[in-house]
């Protein structure tokens, strides 16, 4: 399983960008996917997390701010950013597991099966 992130870029805060993870080797209607991000000399953290069945989770800091979906016919999963703000600044990860993370584990990086190589996002003043 591959994944492939692409999207990220310069924006003003308050502005918006749409991430996307191209999937290939497998179906995404198999696996939980997320979107971590990692901000410059800090550990990473989860953002927001998909289930199969649909279901979501996202940290406080990007609730009612950012939305995470998926096409299955595209084996895509995204993840809308509106109201950027400086601190959203970061190398966003997209990841898979098997669809086993808990919402009590979902936001542990090591649960993750696959990774992909990261966009980054960088939102000016």
């Known amino acids: 399983v591959q994944l492939q992130a692409s999207g990220g870029g310069l924006v003003q805060a308050g502005g918006s960008l749409r991430l996307a993870c191209v999937v290939s080797?497998?179906?995404?209607?198999?696996?939980?996917m997320a979107w971590f991000r990692q901000a410059p000399g800090k550990e990473r953290e989860i953002a927001a997390r998909?289930?199969?069945?649909?279901?979501?989770r996202y940290v406080d800091s990007v609730k009612h701010r950012f939305a995470i979906s998926r096409d299955v016919s595209k084996n895509t999963v995204y993840l809308q950013m509106n109201s950027l703000k400086p601190e959203d600044t970061a190398v966003y990860y997209c990841?898979?597991?098997?669809?086993?993370?808990?919402?009590?584990?979902?936001?542990?990086?090591?649960?993750?099966?696959?990774w992909g190589q990261g966009t980054l996002v960088t939102v000016s003043s």
């Open positions: 990841a898979a597991d098997k669809d086993r993370a808990s919402v009590w584990s979902f936001g542990t990086p090591s649960n993750y099966d696959y």
């Open positions: 080797g497998d179906t995404i209607s198999k696996y939980g």
């Open positions: 998909i289930w199969s069945g649909s279901s979501t």
